[in-house]
């Protein structure tokens, strides 16, 4: 055997080790991203329109477990109370506990502690059918103090949510425990993908806004893991094929 066939055959099986490395790390990648998501997120389909325009009514979403102690101002979540519903709601936390949450200041701006809000993700539409925006961000004006260990929360469609306005004569004045909390929504799996925002509405306030979940990072590792698999179950074909093409002796005239 020639020093150039040894030398292929040597290139060869160093192919061959690598793209088999190749297919194991990405199968390890793409199974530990859904697997990871798998552990840390759960599906959750909306069932009304009272978070529009952030939700929409059918959309499904990939909600982050989390603990109610992590809620922060501002978070989409998930939660269950018996004096709302017996199933799960998704509404947004606008105070938590110690805070003083007014609606509407002069300017029909929703007020946290004294200072008015800049909602962007709200939906003020008239609830009459007009199609006329109401400008205001509640229809209904309210002013509570949020005990601590519990939450004020909204829709983001204000003038078609049932949320805590509706409970404010309640025993509770509309509040829900922070052990009510079983995730944060992070994104939109269908039928749009998409990320949901962190409002800035919140930031300047003490405990600013929460960091997005790991969901990103586990879509990464899952496309990743993919490439590598597609790439290394390649190698050998290509190889071959371009192997038999330097092996095929050339027509000379």
């Not at 002013?143 to 509706?166: H, I, M, N, Y």
Request: aromatic share 6%.
């Amino acid at each position: 055997m020639g020093e150039a066939a040894r030398g292929t055959g040597g290139r060869g099986r160093l192919g061959n080790i690598l793209s088999g490395l190749a297919v194991a790390i990405g199968f390890a990648l793409f199974l530990g991203g859904f697997v990871w998501g798998a552990l840390v997120y759960q599906p959750y389909t909306v069932p009304t329109d009272s978070m529009m325009p952030t939700v929409r009514p059918g959309d499904r979403v990939l909600a982050e477990r989390i603990d109610g102690g992590e809620v922060r101002r501002g978070d989409v979540v998930i939660f269950t109370d018996a004096d709302w519903s017996n199933a799960p709601m998704v509404k947004r936390v606008v105070g938590i506990g110690g805070d003083t949450v007014r609606c509407c200041d002069q300017d029909g701006r929703l007020t946290v502690n004294g200072k008015e809000l800049d909602e962007p993700y709200v939906d003020d539409v008239k609830a009459d059918g007009s199609g006329r925006r109401s400008g205001l961000a509640s229809d209904t004006p309210f002013e509570v103090t949020v005990p601590q260990g519990k939450l004020f929360l909204l829709g983001d469609r204000r003038a078609a949510s049932l949320d805590s306005r509706a409970h404010l004569q309640d025993a509770g004045q509309g509040m829900v425990d922070r052990s009510a909390v079983t995730a944060r929504v992070d994104a939109r799996a269908w039928p749009s993908p998409a990320m949901l925002d962190r409002p800035r509405t919140y930031a300047g306030l003490p405990g600013g806004t929460s960091s997005p979940g790991p969901l990103a990072l586990q879509v990464y590792a899952a496309l990743a893991g993919a490439v590598l698999v597609v790439a290394g179950s390649a190698y050998g074909p290509v190889a071959r094929r371009f192997g038999r093409a330097r092996r095929e002796p050339t027509d000379v005239r």
